[in-house]
């Protein structure tokens, strides 16, 4: 194995970049229109062009990757997580293709990736689970007589994906429809795949997952346990090794399930087993498994000090898993936060758009596995992550406080990103303490502090950065830098105090006494228009959904009337500030 192509854009193809040259390995990287300029593009060893922005045009095009790899004359690839890396199609014209694949073999992915046929696979391992569907929806029919059964409230899931995409929790019969076509919707845009399962929603649970190593001579070694139970929207904020105050007698348990799991599925290479943990009872139940790297794998290399990209290429190259590894005690703690172009103060709203300053925090025990710079404009096209933030400290208070050190070093300027909310987790008195759930930041944390972000009223003068063209040559991509010689005008966002009425003024302009003009809070895709002109609305009500960084948002009305005047259709792509409609109370 000398060349690997790896199949993914941003922080974790730099990541693997990175532990491709460290082994000395050529790294190839594939990136669409939008990332032209990224920084994993500049840090490969060659790098090819593979279509427009869109991911189903680019990196969930699973032809024209195998295509491209085969032209790079790569011989692994690394799939990295999200896009095509729980796709056992993919995986398998990898491998029909002559190429190496760095991760589990298609079968287990089918198995495990699927996560309808991953309950069947824990049943056999007599796993723990919690109450589900062993079948993807039809549609709605099903999961109402699924609720009726085992209660409210119900999670639809994507069974082809993780990491919170495809995921709505309803509380009644009546939210089934409309949640189940969201949820395939948004599994659809992100996985490529729109099948959608049900299973019982445990209200305030720990989410405990288990990180795994296998190889092809049948070694299983569990590298411990992370806690990522500070979420937002079912997806992680927040993840922590080892998990704070598990007892050692479910950690064990953890293990035994997570390595059976494994075996059952016939898995190789790196893999994560999720469990929800209900501290009260001390129950246990298998929720998933990712047949990939996990975006929080740094907090288990930092405590267990084993390189996880290294010993995917390793595995992958046919090397045995060392034995000693498995059940090693825990060295210290680690905290990983992630960085992501989200307005906290509006509800984490998605906030594409240029970074214009970037300054890493440094120091001991500080790491960043970034995929973004000063320059690069973010994408709507892509998941809001720009970086992850992970310390390391002897105990976990000390890792806390070192936590709140960096987040204060970290300079980000253009776009708002979670940075104020991390600093306002790290003092949380429920995080401090490890007292967390899947349900704290929504019901107990006191998020009042955040602030909207709304941008400069006057462009400032800044230096120009390089401006990098780019040649490609039979799609090959060559970079020449061109240097300016005055400086330019770049807009810059900067962080101001609202009160909640200035906030309802910024999503609703007046159109008017009794009129109130309805604009897309960012650029995005309608995706649903659910009013006609001349509807009778409320306030609260959804007038469309947009669809931003693989997250499906709903623009509201704010005040009681009548639909005028709506502009959007189903489909259509809208900048920052379009109109969709007036609504008319007079």
């Not at 084993?306 to 995917?312: E, P, S």
């Amino acid at each position: 194995m000398q060349r690997v192509l790896v199949a993914n854009r941003g922080e974790i193809a730099v990541r693997v970049l990175r532990a491709c040259r460290e082994l000395n390995l050529t790294g190839v990287a594939v990136y669409s229109d939008a990332d032209r300029d990224a920084l994993h593009v500049e840090l490969a060893d060659e790098a090819y062009h593979i279509g427009e922005a869109a991911p189903a045009k680019s990196y969930l095009n699973v032809d024209l990757i195998v295509e491209t790899a085969e032209r790079a004359r790569a011989d692994a690839v690394h799939p990295g997580y999200g896009f095509l890396a729980e796709n056992a199609s993919f995986a398998q014209a990898v491998i029909d293709a002559g190429i190496r694949w760095v991760g589990p073999p298609p079968a287990a992915i089918a198995a495990m990736g699927d996560k309808v046929a991953a309950r069947k696979v824990a049943e056999q391992a007599k796993a723990p689970l919690v109450p589900g569907t062993v079948e993807p929806l039809s549609g709605p029919g099903p999961a109402v007589a699924f609720g009726a059964e085992h209660g409210y409230p119900l999670a639809l899931k994507a069974a082809f994906g993780g990491g919170g995409r495809g995921m709505k929790v309803v509380h009644t019969p009546e939210e089934v429809g409309d949640a189940l076509e969201s949820a395939e919707r948004e599994s659809k845009a992100a996985f490529g795949r729109s099948e959608v399962y049900v299973e019982r929603y445990l209200e305030a649970p720990r989410h405990v997952e288990a990180q795994i190593l296998a190889d092809s001579h049948g070694e299983v070694v569990f590298l411990g346990e992370r806690d990522c139970s500070l979420q937002r929207r079912h997806q992680k904020l927040v993840e922590e090794a080892p998990a704070p105050g598990l007892p050692e007698e479910v950690r064990a348990a953890l293990a035994n399930a997570a390595r059976d799991v494994a075996w059952a599925a016939g898995y190789e290479n790196a893999g994560t087993v999720e469990f929800l943990y209900e501290p009260r009872t001390g129950n246990v139940y298998f929720l998933e498994m990712n047949t990939r790297l996990q975006v929080e794998h740094p907090v288990t290399e930092l405590t267990a000090g084993i390189d996880l990209v290294h010993a995917q290429l390793r595995v992958a190259a046919g090397e045995a898993v060392p034995a000693h590894w498995d059940s090693r005690p825990p060295h210290g703690h680690a905290i990983e936060v992630r960085i992501n172009a989200e307005d906290p103060g509006s509800n984490f709203m998605p906030a594409p758009g240029p970074v214009t300053a970037w300054r890493e925090p440094s120091g001991p025990g500080v790491r960043v596995d970034a995929g973004v710079r000063a320059g690069f404009t973010v994408p709507q096209a892509y998941d809001s992550l720009l970086a992850k933030l992970i310390v390391w400290g002897e105990d976990r208070d000390q890792a806390r406080r070192r936590m709140l050190r960096a987040l204060g070093e970290f300079v980000i300027e253009g776009v708002p990103t979670t940075i104020p909310f991390h600093r306002l987790a790290m003092l949380d008195p429920a995080f401090a303490s490890g007292e967390v759930t899947t349900v704290l930041v929504e019901h107990g944390m006191d998020l009042s502090s955040l602030t909207p972000a709304v941008a400069a009223e006057e462009p400032q003068v800044a230096k120009a950065p390089p401006r990098r063209l780019v040649i490609e040559l039979e799609g090959k991509r060559f970079d020449v830098d061109v240097f300016p010689q005055a400086p330019v005008k770049v807009p810059e966002r900067v962080r101001t105090p609202r009160s909640p009425l200035a906030l309802e003024r910024a999503r609703a302009e007046s159109g008017g006494p009794g009129k109130e003009v309805v604009k897309t809070p960012m650029q995005g895709t309608i995706v649903k228009v659910l009013v006609a002109d001349g509807d009778k609305v409320s306030p609260g009500q959804t007038i469309v959904v947009l669809e931003a960084m693989k997250m499906e948002n709903h623009v509201i009305a704010h005040q009681e009337g009548t639909v005028t005047g709506l502009s959007v259709d189903e489909g259509q792509t809208v900048p920052t500030g379009a109109t969709i409609a007036t609504i008319d109370s007079t």
